[in-house]
Every structure is written in C-alpha cells, then in structure tokens.
C-alpha cells in the first residue's frame, strides 16, 4: 500500500535564479562569492527576504 501523500507528491519546480550566495560547509553559512556571510547582507536579505541552503535537511531528519 503507498502512502496518500506520495500519490500526490510533485518534485519542485526548477528555478532558472543563481542565488548570489554558496553554502561554505566548513563555516557552516552561506556565503557570498566574495567571501562575506550572506546574513550579514543587508541588501542582499531585503531582497531576498532569507537566504536558504539544504544544508541542514541533509544532515538532520528532524527538520
């Protein structure tokens, strides 16, 4: 018997955007390409409202 949910289940939409940031595993942030904390952007997190990385869902299953 499968699950309800994965009779339904979509795989998210591609998205043609680059983030302006990469996530640096070994300070554990995102970073931007000139090699400053992507929080610490102030313009850069009013435009985007958040920056996000799947950083976290890969390496802790309770999120």
């Not at 595993?25 to 970073?31: D, F, I, K, T």
């Amino acid at each position: 018997m499968q699950p309800f949910a994965l009779q339904y289940a979509r795989p998210a939409p591609e998205s043609d955007a680059a983030a302006p940031y990469v996530y640096d595993a070994g300070l554990q942030v995102n970073v931007l390409l000139d090699g400053r904390v992507a929080a610490c952007d102030h313009a850069l997190l009013r435009e985007l409202g958040t920056t996000t990385s799947t950083a976290g869902s890969k390496t802790h299953f309770d999120d």
